[in-house]
């Protein structure tokens, strides 16, 4: 599968973006996806996480309470809605793909990955 990630920017803190990821090649519904995050100087992490169904859900403790991920498998894309986000957010986000029945939080549990988008929060 291949995946595109969009609707990065620049926002002020408090603010509020919507990233998706749109998959082609496969059927989008094989596959869990995650969104994942990376800072200059750290770290892929992830930020969230979705079953292949839509049915269950993962969020890093950074992302609970703030950020929504959803997917709608006929359009075959995956969004991360993210309010009242802080200058800490700024990092350029992936979406990735892996088969299997779980959800996978970890970067090397993921096969398939999009191109990044950068998201930066202004203070």
């Known amino acids: 599968v291949q995946l595109q990630a969009s609707g990065g920017g620049t926002v002020e803190a408090g603010g509020s973006l919507r990233l998706d990821c749109v998959g082609s090649?496969?059927?989008?519904?094989?596959?869990?996806i995650g969104w994942f995050r990376q800072a200059p100087g750290k770290e892929r992490s992830v930020v969230a996480a979705?079953?292949?169904?839509?049915?269950?859900?993962y969020y890093a403790d950074s992302a609970k309470g703030r950020f929504t991920i959803s997917r709608e498998n006929a359009k075959n894309t995956a969004y991360l809605q993210m309010n009242n986000l802080k200058f800490e957010d700024t990092a350029v986000y992936y979406c990735?793909?892996?088969?299997?029945?779980?959800?996978?939080?970890?970067?090397?549990?993921?096969?398939?990955w999009g191109q990044g988008t950068q998201v930066t929060v202004s203070s």
């Open positions: 990735a793909a892996k088969g299997g029945i779980y959800i996978g939080n970890c970067p090397y549990n993921f096969r398939f």
């Open positions: 090649g496969d059927i989008f519904s094989n596959y869990s």
């Open positions: 979705i079953s292949r169904s839509g049915g269950r859900t």
